[in-house]
């Protein structure tokens, strides 16, 4: 069967862009495929956070993952920092990552110059070598990922070729799957920005109330042309709310154009906004459910079991293949 595996980080709130490129696609996998879903606690750590803010965003990812449809039933959940075997992994595969490869990495980058003149952790330099042990533990074959994380899954790719020509057919080689819609939403307020939940300019929260939705995209940036068409350099406002319309709707890019052809741009995002509405309302109230019950506990509990138990096999052959005496 199939070993599909992801994961969101709790760096803050979760944001349209994580639900449109992430979040909204696990459940799809969870039928027929063997799913693990978690929360990349440790690599929250890899930028500066208060304790009571990364306990509070993981229990709020927890309930949204529940409350997108995924099923404990049907898929593993669990936290990064309950199953110790990603640590242990990642002190061995960091020893096959390079400084040149790691500073070359686009997310380092984007995040050390917002980090401009403070110091910056050896964890989001290192942070690709963590996320290889999270995907390379499990014998992953698919990790469904936004446009941004396709580079750190390349490196885990390149790490597999490099590990198993010097030690043998040890690591599984994983595939990225990043969806073609709705892989890159960008800020509402500065469209040439990813929408991202550490960097919160422009974004629409999942928490967000639903006026607060709507003001947001009735003042979402555009440009000064009436036209709307589908042109990412030239319209990029446009283009971002295009997209947004089309993932919701699940239809494609030229559908949503043919649709709104002739609209003005305030009937266009009038109804860019009735569809976030239609879509997060009914999540939120789940989440909020969920939240309050305290039943992801629970489940995160028992998944961290059976994520344990799937960690073994793979970490006691690493140490082996490497020299690691196993007692
Ligand atoms: P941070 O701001 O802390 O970097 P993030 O909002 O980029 O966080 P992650 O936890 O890094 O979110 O990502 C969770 C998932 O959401 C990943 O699969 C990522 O590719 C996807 N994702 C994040 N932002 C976007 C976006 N703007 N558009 C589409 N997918 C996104
Ligand atoms: N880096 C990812 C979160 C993440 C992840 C993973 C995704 C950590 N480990 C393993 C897929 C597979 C991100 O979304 N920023």
Redesign the pocket.
Known sequence: MTRIL????P??QL?L??Y????RNFKNYQEGGDVLYFI?DLHALT?PIEPETLRLNTRDIASFYLASGLDPKKSTLFLQSMVPAHAELNAILQNYLYMGELSRMT?FKD?SSRLKGKAIGLGIFAYPALMAADILLYDTDLV??????AQHVELTRDLVHQFNARYGEILHLPKTVVNKT?????SLSDPSK??????PKGDIFLKDDMDVIRKKIMSAKTDSGTEIIYNREEKPGIANLLTIYASLKNISIDDAVTHFKGYRYGEFKKEVADAVIDELEPLQKRYKEILESGEYLAVLQEGAERAKKMAEPLLAKVKEAVGLLNA
């Open positions: 992801s994961a969101i980080k760096t803050g944001t862009g994580n449109i490129g992430a979040l990349a930028l997310q995040y469904p990922v936004g446009e941004d994380q709705g892989a890159r939403i960008m990813k929408m991202s939940k550490s960097d």
